[in-house]
Antibody, heavy 121, light 110 residues
Framework: QEQLVESGGGVVQPGQSLRLSCVAS????????MHWVRQAPGQGPQWLTF????????YYADYVTARFTVVRDNSKNTISLQMDSLRVEDTAVYYC??????????????WGHGTMVTVSS | QSALTQPPSASGSAGQSVTISCTGT?????????VSWYQQHPGKAPKLIIY???KRPSGVPDRFSGSKSGNTASLTVSGLQAEDEADYYC??????????FGTGTRVTVL
């Protein structure tokens, strides 16, 4: 069963940092490009990042570039999201998502259950 | 990149059809045949139900169908069932390896 499991969420103060992790199982992780997507309470999903399967390149949404950094480790089937200088508006559920690639191009086909990040003073 | 525009709500009786619109611009929806749709039940992660405007992943009922005209994409749910009551989000590739999601539509089965 293809599965993504996120961890690392929690409550932090504005300006602090947090690192989220996602572990993949049930499929060949190194073959797949990956995304991070977040969803603020009561809002729609918001795309954040797209990382190539080999981890060599990551694309960031304008609203998180320079604050968020993705690290991918194919030897451990993991992808991480380092979030610095967190703001109240970063409060959301953060999802790790697999890219559909050749089978379902430009779609996000396998989603983790998400991990909640709350930024509050 | 602004979120794609969807109506906040839509409804239909069981067995009827409902159509949800997703309006963007020529830089996103209109520029690529790469619109996807996601279904989200409360407390759950989104689930892919349509990709490349009209295609359904394996296991998604053919009651779900997608289309596009110009800068507006649409999702139709035919033969509404109770389990179709959920939030629906569109998404489009926007170039430069970026994506954008829609504002979401809550579908109610009357």
């Amino acid at each position: 069963q293809e599965q993504l499991v996120e961890s690392g969420g929690g409550v932090v103060q504005p300006g602090q940092s947090l690192r989220l992790s996602c572990v993949a199982s049930g499929f060949r992780f190194s073959d797949h490009n990956m995304h991070w997507v977040r969803q603020a309470p009561g809002q729609g999903p918001q795309w954040l990042t797209f990382t190539w399967s080999d981890g060599s390149r990551t694309y960031y949404a304008d609203y998180v570039t320079a604050r968020f950094t993705v690290v991918r480790d194919n030897s451990k089937n993991t992808i991480s999201l380092q979030m610095d200088s967190l703001r109240v508006e970063d409060t959301a559920v953060y999802y790790c998502v697999r890219d559909g690639q050749q089978l379902m191009p430009f779609s996000l086909d396998v989603w983790g259950h998400g991990t909640m990040v709350t930024v509050s003073s | 990149q602004s979120a794609l525009t969807q109506p906040p709500s839509a409804s239909g009786s069981a067995g009827q059809s409902v159509t949800i619109s997703c309006t963007g611009t020529s830089s996103d929806v209109g520029g690529y045949d790469l619109v996807s749709w996601y279904q989200q039940h409360p407390g759950k992660a989104p689930k892919l139900i349509i990709y490349e405007v009209t295609k359904r992943p394996s296991g998604v009922p053919d009651r779900f169908s997608g289309s596009k005209s110009g800068n507006t994409a649409s999702l139709t749910v035919s033969g509404l069932q109770a389990e179709d009551e959920a939030d629906y989000y569109c998404s489009s590739f926007v170039g430069r390896n970026n994506w954008v999601f829609g504002t979401g539509t809550r579908v109610t089965v009357l």
